[in-house]
Nanobody, 118 residues
Framework: EVQLVESGGGSVQAGESLRLSCKAT????????IGWFRQAPGKEREGVAC????????YYKDSVKGRFSISGENTSPTVYLQMNNLKPEDTAVYYC???????????WGKGTLVTVSG
């Protein structure tokens, strides 16, 4: 059974950085593309970043390009989302997902809240 556990959310000021982590069990990067979705208050869930190890392809939502970066350690396996220059519109619950190149992704973590003020 695939399980995904996120950590690293919190409250920051605009312009600051956060790094989210997702520890995966029952899964390796070769099986599914892995990445992050988010859901802001009153809005639908949206894909933020997705990495597919089979061909090395990485996807970023346009509004986060140049600010967010996805990386991972297949030995753990753990995936990270480095978020720099955060903006208030980045405020959302962030979900680690496996099978992120499908919609909806097959596996979801419980989410971690990121709040950006200022």
């Amino acid at each position: 059974e695939v399980q995904l556990v996120e950590s690293g959310g919190g409250s920051v000021q605009a312009g600051e950085s956060l790094r989210l982590s997702c520890k995966a069990t029952g899964y390796t990067f070769d099986e599914y593309a892995i990445g992050w979705f988010r859901q802001a208050p009153g809005k639908e869930r949206e894909g933020v970043a997705c990495f597919r190890s089979s061909d090395g392809q990485t996807y970023y939502k346009d509004s986060v390009k140049g600010r967010f970066s996805i990386s991972g350690e297949n030995t753990s396996p753990t995936v990270y989302l480095q978020m720099n220059n955060l903006k208030p519109e980045d405020t959302a619950v962030y979900y680690c997902v496996a099978d992120c190149d499908s919609y909806p992704p097959r596996y979801w973590g419980k989410g971690t809240l990121v709040t950006v003020s200022g």
